[in-house]
């Protein structure tokens, strides 16, 4: 195979996001569709729909972004840009991080910032700024590839609804 360059997408966020949910880096088929976590198998859609008690799988995307705008849920990735062969964490190379601390601080609500999976915690840890009152949670990969079980993820992933209470 071949190693590409490939790029992320834009942030999703409003000003009142209060909870931001990185990943790594889109894989080939979110890419293709233009869409955050458009693989099938993946669950961030299903696990996500959980936190905030909606069937988010079920709906179309742009219903999906809208429901986490009015959960305040935000989405990005760590990775501006890297080198990959296929769509695996593993394979990422030569990256070119984005600007964590230019973003955060134009949210003035967030109250957690949640990594998706161990590779964008890696790279997304190192970016953050030291920010009082803001908590750091990394979470088990959404990825199908993550094989612990989808039961063990909802429980981790359910953590998330501290920062969307009152």
């Known amino acids: 195979m071949t190693i590409i360059r490939h790029a992320s997408f834009a942030p999703q966020v409003a000003a009142d996001t209060r909870l931001l949910i990185l990943g790594s ?37 742009d219903d999906r972004l809208a429901a986490l705008c009015a959960a305040k849920i935000g989405l ?12 695996s964490d593993s394979e990422i190379r030569e990256v070119e991080a984005h600007d ?7 949210l003035p609500e967030l109250r957690m910032i949640a990594f998706n999976g161990g590779k964008a915690a890696a790279i997304g840890r190192k970016q953050l700024p030291v920010i009082d009152d803001l908590a750091i949670v990394d979470l088990p990969s959404s990825s199908a590839a993550n094989t612990i079980g989808y039961a063990a993820k909802q429980e981790q992933w359910l953590a998330l609804r501290a ?3 009152n």
């Open 25 to 61: 880096l889109p894989g080939a088929r979110s890419l293709a569709a233009r869409q955050y976590y458009a693989h099938p198998t993946n669950q961030f859609w299903r696990l996500l729909g959980a936190v905030i008690g909606q069937p988010l799988a079920d709906r179309s995307y």
């Open 76 to 87: 990005w990735d760590v990775i501006r840009s890297a080198a990959r062969r296929s769509s």
């Open 100 to 106: 964590l601390a230019a973003l955060i601080a134009g």
């Open 163 to 165: 920062a969307l209470a």
